[in-house]
């Protein structure tokens, strides 16, 4: 027997043999709980499919002492499997399982419909058929699927409705117009946050009221919880939060319904279960309470969504909630090399909060960490922009690069020196700067205060922020102006002399009034003060503010950062600034190509989306106490600890190389700040570390500018004085070359080319340039570091 046990463990361990030995161990644990801890770029998915598989086709034969259904024929079958001179016979396969479960018997728990689908499609790929019975679904999904079953026990049909965010809104916002509730001084938001967070502790509206007391604002939270439920219920609706804590109310006030799906899902697995919350571990709970064989897979270290409700606490405590628990640590890397790897372990050691591994990797040593500090965030920025060109020039793909953020409007900076340098980029999880609502109305504004003419741009803020000033309105007039030769704005501003118009037009002349104040003001004043000018006669914030959008802060933060393009045009240009040059620069912002998933392009995200992806190189702009941590999470341990595990994951998607780079001053949200360089950089160990900086300045007398050269060569100290403007602001190298049409060029990353045109613009000049490799591209002269031919 002893013969036999062994035989097929050696079997089992050539079936997983792709393997590592810590991942083979988690496969073979079949019966109990078990917790694996994951490191990055450790296999966890592998990992999942694999015990799965096992689970199916071998139950647990490899731990199991019965072989009583092996014969002399199949040992000797298993040995020539083990010595390659023989597959393995399905007869003697089959025969190997030991209490192999089947496929409906298995529930795979995943955060996302796609990791859901991909997980399905590998089991199938693996198992065939049987793979299709398998459940493998979010949270959600799972308890939506056993409420559509069930739901009659908590007063609901099997065709109630889930309401989503928008639904949850509109209701809300009923709620509290029934119970005089204003919005100014209680959000919607706000109400629906408290009672998310109500559900997820599983308190009902009446504990929630006795909880209050006597406290007036959650007083009134409480009276709007009940009647949103109620007013759900008598729709015969759930919002997103009511699946999971309805799921857990049946089990709990049905003992049957919970015993059912105890015995059906006997093997149950959950991923990410760093990222669950406190009613998605009751529910994993009570399903895995009878038979305990509940197998979680995550990272203490990748925990980082504690804004959305994730709880650390469920994977630091899995072991005391179910006894017993075998814990698995995954910490072979296969992803990054041992420089980046040892940077991202020295980092995350800061955390007390954590149950401790270490990653390794048989990866080569590979380059050393690059810190980089940058004078400005657009000198942050160019020093991306050029070493990604260099890159490319020596064989790179654009799409090997990577740009992590710790906020969206971060990417604004880059986007501008993207454009102007040529490099082909696309953002994930989230618009261009320049084609968000927000900036596209403000652009529009000026725009028609340039050309009143522009009629597409009148119309589109001519009701933004509302006027009620309606469609047919705008036809009307739209129709007048075609009929008489003039403007939409000229009729605008003369409604009252027409007759169709004589009902609007109080409104119509109070917007062209507002149009004229400004045209008047932006003779005189600075870009900046038309800006805010403008902000101000229209509202737009405080209209904003009240609206009903949730990234309402987040276009607030986009329209402050405007303000920062504009008066960095100012500074870059001097006297020769003017509305109509930056206008001309935006239009080059927004005239680049959409990219799809398979373009050659540079990948910009915030370091959130990036979970769970891998780049070739990465960059890691903005380390700065402030900024990365944030200037909310500084005063607070526990969120700076939930930050250095965001820096981990940002660390940990590099493969081969890794750029971090702070700033010495950064312009954010319109003001300028001064930052230390991040705690996280100091954490990465010198020996790790290639450190560089911009070039040093001392402070310069009035009317000169001395740069002192901190590592560069002489002549760099030259192009340096060059480098810098009166105010030690950093501006583009200027070339020293004039270019004209039918010029021969050469760029370092595009080749070969020829000029087609030569637009100036400000202290620049638009090129467009034919390349013979990769075809026709804009570019700014003072960005573009061509030669000539």
């Known amino acids: 027997m002893s013969n036999m046990m062994e035989l097929r463990q050696k079997v089992l361990e050539k079936n997983f043999s792709r393997m590592n030995q810590r991942q083979q161990e988690a496969v073979f644990h079949v019966n109990g709980p078990l917790l694996i801890l994951a490191g990055a770029g450790s296999g966890k998915t592998t990992v999942l499919i694999n015990r799965i598989a096992n689970l199916i086709r071998f139950g647990n034969a ?13 040992c000797a079958a298993m040995e020539a499997y083990i010595n390659g001179s023989a597959p393995l016979e399905p007869g003697t396969k089959a025969r190997l399982a030991v209490n192999p479960c089947q496929p409906w018997q298995v529930l795979a728990i995943t955060f996302t419909n796609k990791a859901a689908g991909e997980l399905k499609d590998r089991l199938e790929a693996m198992l065939g058929e049987e793979g299709r019975d398998i459940w493998a679904s979010t949270f959600h999904s799972t308890c939506a699927r056993i409420l559509r079953r069930y739901g009659d026990r908590l007063g609901f049909t099997n065709h109630f409705t889930i309401y989503d965010t928008d639904d949850s809104r509109r209701l809300m916002k009923e709620c509290q117009k029934a119970l005089n509730i204003e919005d100014k001084s209680l ?74 799906y105890q015995n059906r899902f006997r093997y149950i697995m959950v991923d990410e279960y760093q990222d669950t919350n406190h009613v998605q571990y009751l529910f994993v709970k ?38 017993g628990a075998k814990l698995v640590r995954l910490e072979q890397n296969y992803r990054s090399t ?51 060109l260099d890159g490319v020039a020596a064989g790179k793909k654009y799409a090997d690069y990577a740009i992590l953020y710790r906020m969206n409007s971060q990417s604004n900076t880059l986007e501008k020196v993207f454009v102007k340098s040529g ?83 109080p409104k119509l002349l109070a917007f062209a009034g ?3 104040q400004l045209i008047s003001l932006s003779s005189t004043a600075r870009l900046n003060e038309l800006y805010q000018a403008i902000l101000m006669k229209t509202q737009y914030i405080e209209k904003l ?32 600034t003017t509305l109509e040059g930056f206008l001309e620069e935006v239009s080059l ?86 930052n230390k360089a991040s705690r996280f950089s100091a954490e990465i160990p010198e020996e790790l570390v290639n450190k560089s900086r911009a070039r040093e300045w001392k402070k310069p007398i009035p009317g000169t500018v001395l740069p002192v050269s901190s590592h560069e060569s002489r002549s760099a100290s030259v192009n340096a004085a060059r480098h810098f403007g009166p105010a030690g602001i950093s501006q583009p190298h200027k070339p020293t070359d004039s270019y004209r049409v039918g010029d021969s060029v050469r760029h370092k990353a595009f080749g070969a080319g020829m000029i087609l045109s030569a637009t100036p613009m400000g202290n620049d000049t638009l090129l467009e340039i034919a390349f013979d490799g990769v075809g026709t591209k804009k570019i700014m002269a003072n960005f573009a570091r061509l030669t000539k031919e």
């Open 423 to 505: 490099v082909p980029y696309r953002i994930i999880g989230g618009l261009r700067f320049y084609e968000r609502k927000e900036i596209k109305d403000l652009i529009a504004y000026l725009s028609v205060i340039n050309n009143p003419s522009d009629e597409i741009r009148l119309r589109r803020i001519i009701n933004q922020p509302k006027r009620s000033i309606g469609d047919k309105t705008i036809s009307q007039a739209a129709e007048i102006a075609a009929s008489i030769g003039e403007s939409l704005f000229y009729v605008i501003s003369h409604a009252d002399e027409f007759e169709p118009l004589k009902r609007t037009a």
């Open 545 to 576: 503010k009240e609206s009903e959008n949730d990234d309402a802060q987040d276009r607030i933060d986009n329209i402050n950062e405007l303000a920062s393009n504009l008066i960095q045009y100012e500074e870059n240009n001097g006297e020769d």
């Open 514 to 516: 507002l149009i004229n």
């Open 286 to 323: 009570l399903l895995a309470e009878k038979y305990k064989n509940i197998c979680v897979v995550g990272d203490d270290d990748q925990s980082i969504y504690k804004f959305r409700g994730a709880t650390i606490e469920n994977i630091m405590s899995f072991e005391k909630s179910f006894p």
């Open 62 to 74: 490899y731990h199991s002492q019965n072989t009583a259904s092996l014969t002399e024929e199949d």
């Open 589 to 674: 912002m927004t005239d680049i190509d959409n990219y799809d998933g398979n373009t050659d392009a540079v990948v910009m995200m915030t370091m959130h989306s990036a979970k769970g992806l891998e780049f070739p190189c990465v960059f890691l702009p903005g380390f700065e106490e402030g900024i990365f941590p944030g200037v909310q999470a500084i005063y607070t341990p526990g969120e700076v600890e939930e930050e250095r595990r965001l820096a981990y994951v940002a660390i940990t998607r590099a493969r081969e190389e890794l750029t971090i780079l702070n700033a010495e001053s950064r312009m954010i949200f319109g003001s300028t700040n001064h």
């Open 338 to 388: 041992k420089n980046i790897l040892a940077a991202a372990n020295a980092v995350i050691e800061n955390n007390l909060e954590r149950k401790g591994k270490t990653l390794w990797t048989e990866n080569p040593e590979g380059e050393k960490i690059a810190l980089h500090t940058a004078f400005s965030e657009a000198d942050e920025a160019d020093y991306i922009s050029k070493k990604i």
């Open 187 to 260: 959000s919607y938001k706000t109400i629906l946050n408290e009672i998310s967070h109500a559900k997820d502790r599983m308190i009902s509206p009446d504990d929630y009221a006795n909880a209050a007391g006597a406290d007036f604002r959650l007083g009134l939270v409480a009276k709007a919880y009940k009647l949103y439920q109620s007013r759900l219920s008598e729709a015969d609706a759930m919002d997103f939060d009511d699946l999971l804590c309805n799921a857990v109310q049946l089990f709990l006030k049905c003992p049957d319904v919970l015993e059912y």
